[in-house]
């Protein structure tokens, strides 16, 4: 250990000759792919869970909530492109606010960003599991989240290239099939605006209900950041498919909350209650793949379809699993985490870092299916990932209005067109939205697990940590440079 202090917190580490020459991912992904990584990580959200904001809000508010996160991420999504442009480092949201606020908090902004990405893949590969159940009942559905978790983790080992273009082909698949059902819902007659309206929740108190289901239409499109070290030209290339990426998805949830709320559907609760559209759609574990039957009819074709519906939870969940690569991966660099988890493999990726979320993210889904009851297991998981989410929304948003104050020699290649204004606005939703993760008594544990596990974290720090963090590490050397 050297004895060299910053503000009396921490201090830094010696390294060896080759330690960042061990931990080297490599470049490789233009505007296009990862314009792919943006949507494919959110397009599962367009799929499942989005759907359950209509049990809590019905559908005007769920709209409603669906129009205010939108706008939340837009103002995100600005606001990030500046930074990534600025500071082009794998570390994303911890980068960002470790260059603001110091090594603490960019630790907690790495945190929460961890638990976002690490939870996220376990909340899809549920939804995975009970769309497949449609298809193959006979097999448990555990047996699908290890067989998932082991595919797509090896997969994102063979490099940054080969990630990106599996995570393209199945985005551009996801897109076709949810085209495809929103076709056949206008063209089978099926469609009808009444079944829109067929839930008994109450619109002004559904909308703040709604708000941590309207995220999941959007949620994860800020990993793009992610990949800046291993983007050809990220001045241009991080912006433009943060951008293009957002109003892609965007127009995808508006027609997917219009098209398949509007369908016929009818379920049967346990209770012996017959819901109806909206009302059913809510409840459904597999909203597309249910739709998909009530147009086709149970058979081959609807099979079919059903199987197709799995590229848009496949595409998310590969591509978040990428997304918690790299942030472990970076934090690890630096010395927030112990460093042996950066250490990259032959092809460029952190492959040890992937091993380890992916082990994280599978035990969670075990351990919550345990604990809670099964129905409640994915709103419990996704309620989870979108309190993480939230609270690294309001750092980065803070951290990007703290550089815009008091930084302002910093280069700023891409400036967001929204400014200061659209930050603070950002920061009011964000908070609005954590505060909505607490509305429904039944998944405030599995919030208040998240904010344990923050806390576990700081102390993991504290007494662990902030005495071993490496210096050389690209963000942490920009950040001190600035500082010295």
Same mark, same amino acid.
């Given at each position: 250990?050297?004895?060299?202090?910053?503000?009396?917190?921490?201090?830094?580490?010696?390294?060896?000759?080759?330690?960042?020459?061990?931990?080297?991912?490599?470049?490789?992904?233009?505007?296009?792919?990862?314009?792919?990584?943006?949507?494919?990580?959110?397009?599962?959200?367009?799929?499942?869970?989005?759907?359950?904001?209509?049990? *809590?809000?019905?559908? +005007?508010?769920?709209?409603?909530?669906?129009?205010?996160?939108?706008?939340?991420?837009?103002?995100?999504?600005?606001?990030?492109?500046?930074?990534?442009?600025?500071?082009?480092?794998?570390?994303?949201?911890?980068?960002?606010?470790?260059?603001?606020?110091?090594?603490?908090?960019?630790? @907690?902004?790495?945190?929460?960003?961890?638990?976002?990405?690490?939870?996220?893949?376990?909340?899809?590969?549920?939804?995975?599991?009970?769309?497949?159940?449609?298809?193959?009942?006979?097999?448990?559905?555990?047996?699908? +989240?290890?067989?998932?978790?082991?595919?797509?983790?090896?997969?994102?080992?063979?490099?940054?290239?080969?990630?990106?273009?599996?995570?393209?082909?199945?985005?551009?698949?996801?897109?076709?099939?949810? *085209?495809?059902?929103?076709?056949?819902?206008?063209?089978?007659?099926?469609?009808?605006?009444?079944?829109?309206?067929?839930?008994?929740?109450?619109?002004?108190?559904?909308?703040?209900?709604?708000?941590?289901?309207? @995220? +999941?239409?959007?949620?994860?499109?800020?990993?793009?950041?992610?990949?800046?070290?291993?983007?050809?030209?990220?001045?241009?290339?991080?912006?433009?498919?943060?951008?293009?990426?957002?109003?892609?998805? =965007?127009?995808?949830?508006?027609?997917?909350? @219009?098209?398949?709320?509007?369908?016929?559907?009818?379920?049967?609760?346990?209770?012996?209650?017959?819901?109806?559209?909206?009302?059913?759609?809510?409840?459904?574990?597999?909203?597309?793949?249910?739709?998909?039957?009530?147009?086709?009819?149970?058979?081959?074709?609807?099979?079919?379809?059903?199987?197709?519906?799995?590229?848009?939870?496949?595409?998310?969940?590969?591509?978040?699993?990428?997304?918690?690569?790299?942030?472990?991966?970076?934090?690890?660099?630096?010395?927030?985490?112990?460093?042996?988890?950066?250490?990259?493999?032959?092809?460029? *990726?952190?492959?040890?870092?992937?091993?380890?979320?992916?082990?994280?993210?599978?035990?969670?889904?075990?351990?919550?299916?345990?604990?809670?009851?099964?129905?409640?297991?994915?709103?419990?998981?996704?309620?989870?990932?979108?309190?993480?989410?939230?609270?690294?929304?309001?750092?980065?948003?803070?951290?990007?209005?703290? =550089?815009?104050?008091?930084?302002?020699?910093?280069?700023?290649?891409?400036?967001?067109?929204?400014?200061?204004?659209?930050?603070?606005?950002?920061?009011?939703?964000?908070?609005?939205?954590?505060?909505?993760?607490?509305?429904?008594?039944?998944?405030?544990?599995?919030?208040?697990?998240?904010?344990?596990?923050?806390?576990?974290?700081?102390?993991?720090? +504290?007494?662990?940590?902030?005495?071993?963090?490496?210096?050389?590490?690209?963000?942490?050397?920009?950040?001190?440079?600035?500082?010295?």
């Amino acid at each position: 250990m050297t004895q060299r202090k910053l503000k009396s917190v921490v201090r830094y580490a010696s390294i060896d000759g080759d330690y960042l020459q061990r931990r080297q991912l490599r470049k490789g992904a233009n505007w296009t792919l990862l314009w792919g990584l943006g949507v494919g990580a959110v397009i599962s959200g367009e799929f499942s869970g989005w759907n359950v904001g209509l049990a *809590s809000g019905g559908f +005007w508010g769920l709209f409603i909530a669906t129009i205010l996160m939108a706008t939340m991420y837009l103002c995100l999504v600005y606001s990030i492109a500046e930074l990534s442009a600025a500071l082009p480092y794998a570390g994303g949201f911890y980068s960002f606010a470790r260059y603001a606020y110091g090594p603490f908090m960019g630790f @907690i902004a790495g945190v929460v960003e961890a638990i976002e990405y690490v939870l996220t893949p376990a909340v899809i590969v549920y939804f995975i599991g009970s769309y497949l159940s449609t298809i193959l009942p006979f097999i448990p559905q555990p047996i699908w +989240w290890i067989v998932f978790y082991t595919l797509f983790v090896y997969v994102n080992t063979l490099g940054v290239k080969t990630t990106l273009k599996v995570g393209l082909i199945t985005t551009l698949i996801a897109i076709g099939v949810l *085209s495809i059902f929103c076709l056949a819902v206008l063209f089978s007659g099926k469609f009808d605006p009444n079944m829109l309206f067929t839930t008994s929740a109450p619109v002004g108190s559904g909308i703040f209900k709604a708000l941590p289901y309207a @995220i +999941w239409f959007y949620l994860a499109i800020e990993q793009i950041p992610l990949a800046a070290e291993e983007a050809e030209n990220v001045v241009k290339d991080v912006p433009k498919s943060l951008t293009t990426g957002m109003y892609t998805l =965007l127009a995808l949830s508006i027609v997917v909350l @219009i098209f398949n709320s509007g369908i016929p559907l009818e379920i049967t609760t346990e209770s012996g209650e017959i819901l109806t559209g909206a009302g059913a759609v809510g409840i459904s574990g597999a909203p597309l793949a249910d739709g998909f039957t009530l147009i086709f009819g149970e058979g081959i074709i609807a099979n079919f379809f059903t199987f197709l519906c799995l590229f848009g939870l496949i595409a998310s969940f590969h591509c978040i699993i990428y997304a918690y690569g790299r942030v472990l991966f970076a934090m690890s660099r630096a010395g927030y985490l112990p460093t042996w988890i950066s250490v990259t493999n032959d092809n460029g *990726s952190p492959a040890r870092a992937l091993i380890l979320g992916g082990g994280v993210g599978l035990g969670c889904t075990f351990l919550i299916s345990i604990v809670a009851n099964n129905a409640n297991l994915g709103p419990a998981l996704l309620n989870m990932a979108v309190a993480g989410a939230v609270i690294s929304y309001a750092i980065v948003l803070s951290s990007y209005i703290q =550089l815009k104050l008091n930084r302002r020699n910093l280069p700023r290649p891409y400036k967001s067109p929204l400014g200061l204004p659209g930050a603070f606005v950002g920061i009011i939703l964000a908070v609005i939205a954590f505060l909505a993760c607490f509305a429904n008594p039944d998944y405030r544990l599995a919030v208040f697990l998240v904010m344990g596990f923050i806390g576990v974290s700081i102390a993991y720090f +504290w007494f662990f940590r902030r005495e071993g963090l490496i210096a050389e590490a690209p963000e942490e050397q920009i950040a001190l440079t600035s500082e010295s």
